[in-house]
T-cell receptor, first 112, second 112 residues
Framework: AQSVTQLGSHVSVSEGALVLLRCNYS??????LFWYVQYPNQGLQLLLKYTSAATLVKGINGFEAEFKKSETSFHLTKPSAHMSDAAEYFCAVTGGGNDMRFGAGTRLTVKP | DAGITQSPRYKITETGRQVTLMCHQT?????MFWYRQDLGHGLRLIYYSAAADITDKGEVPDGYVVSRSKTENFPLTLESATRSQTSVYFCASSELGRETQYFGPGTRLLVL
């Protein structure tokens, strides 16, 4: 079965600094990969997804992620953090089946 | 445009009671999913459904029952609630199994 590992349960950055949230995946078939964001007391919202087209994927709110097959990674980046980016971020993968597997999540804190 | 809704949003119950969480979507998506979210575990799939009258187990199905008599509804029942089922429950839907899932706002369940 497919799985993802998010490195770092908490990441803290200063406003204006680079955001880097790490995700590594495992899948026996070409994966579809997703990043979701969750704000307090809300459901998950899609940030971006990779479905075997371009390896560099741009999402909402200035986020992007790069699919690297050789490293089995799909790290999420944003050049300049805003206070409004503070949230929990989840990486997820679907393989050959219909079930999506999520990472444990990374809580992003943005300091003024 | 209601999207996907869950009810109740908050529920307190006692050990041994039966509880049903409701999920309704207005997009006519084929796939619907139930997840539970617990600290340190991210989201774990309980059950999913590919169409009306078709359901399948996810990672953590024990103690839960689902049904899907209509495309738009996917209720989750805890037949005899246990304290370990205290969690936040999210319903999601998608047009295709491997594709983007759209999440409801969640139900916070406390089992005393």
């Amino acid at each position: 079965a497919q799985s993802v590992t998010q490195l770092g349960s908490h990441v803290s950055v200063s406003e204006g600094a680079l955001v880097l949230l790490r995700c590594n995946y495992s899948s026996s078939v070409p994966p579809y990969l997703f990043w979701y964001v969750q704000y307090p007391n809300q459901g998950l919202q899609l940030l971006l997804k990779y479905t075997s087209a371009a390896t560099l994927v741009k999402g909402i709110n200035g986020f992007e992620a790069e699919f690297k097959k050789s490293e089995t990674s799909f790290h999420l980046t944003k050049p300049s953090a805003h206070m409004s980016d503070a949230a929990e971020y989840f990486c997820a993968v679907t393989g050959g089946g219909n079930d999506m597997r999520f990472g444990a999540g990374t809580r992003l804190t943005v300091k003024p | 445009d209601a999207g996907i809704t869950q009810s109740p949003r908050y529920k307190i119950t006692e050990t041994g009671r039966q509880v049903t969480l409701m999920c309704h979507q207005t997009w006519s998506h084929s796939y619907m999913f139930w997840y539970r979210q617990d600290l340190g575990h991210g989201l774990r799939l309980i059950y999913y459904s590919a169409a009306a009258d078709i359901t399948d187990k996810g990672e953590v199905p024990d103690g839960y029952v689902v049904s899907r008599s209509k495309t738009e509804n996917f209720p989750l029942t805890l037949e005899s609630a246990t304290r370990s089922q205290t969690s936040v429950y999210f319903c999601a839907s998608s047009e295709l199994g491997r594709e983007t899932q759209y999440f409801g706002p969640g139900t916070r369940l406390l089992v005393l």
